[in-house]
């Protein structure tokens, strides 16, 4: 829960008058949960599907690294369009629609958290 509060914290206080330590502390925040994200996500690869472990991070990697574009091409006209109805606040409707995103996407850990055996058990690849 700690990336959507980066994710807030960075972008309401985003502001020449807002001293620059609150915004980050905010990124910090998001570090902080991207890495233990990272992290959790590898090791539960590498345990689940010990065998085929090379082509689960290939596979990984491949489409972190497609979303990562694809999110880069939204990023500038997602906060042009969004600045312009708050101009002292340039980057902070734009973040918000991200923190939600990231409050819906903290649920898929607990997902797998409880229907995690019961995924496992119907691949053929998983140990």
């Known amino acids: ?3 959507p509060l ?3 914290l960075f972008g309401w206080t985003s502001k020449a008058s807002i001293h620059w330590f609150p915004s ?3 990124a910090a925040c998001f570090g902080f949960s991207a890495y233990m994200g990272f992290q ?3 090791s539960y690869l590498s345990h689940s599907f010990k065998r085929y472990v090379a082509s689960v991070m290939a596979a ?3 489409f972190r690294s497609l979303i990562g574009g694809l999110i880069c091409l939204s990023a500038h006209p997602l906060y042009n369009n969004l600045s312009a109805n ?3 606040y340039p980057v902070g409707w734009g973040s918000t ?3 939600f995103i990231a409050i819906l996407l903290a649920l898929i850990p607990l997902i ?3 229907n995690g055996p019961k995924l496992r058990a119907r691949s053929k690849f998983a140990n």
Request: glycine letters at 12%; hydrophobic letters at 60%; aromatic letters at 24%.
């Open 1 to 3: 829960m700690f990336m």
């Open 6 to 8: 980066g994710i807030f």
């Open 24 to 26: 980050m502390v905010g």
């Open 40 to 42: 959790t996500l590898m």
């Open 60 to 62: 990984n990697n491949f």
């Open 86 to 88: 708050s101009p002292n």
């Open 97 to 99: 629609i991200l923190g």
């Open 112 to 114: 797998f958290y409880f």
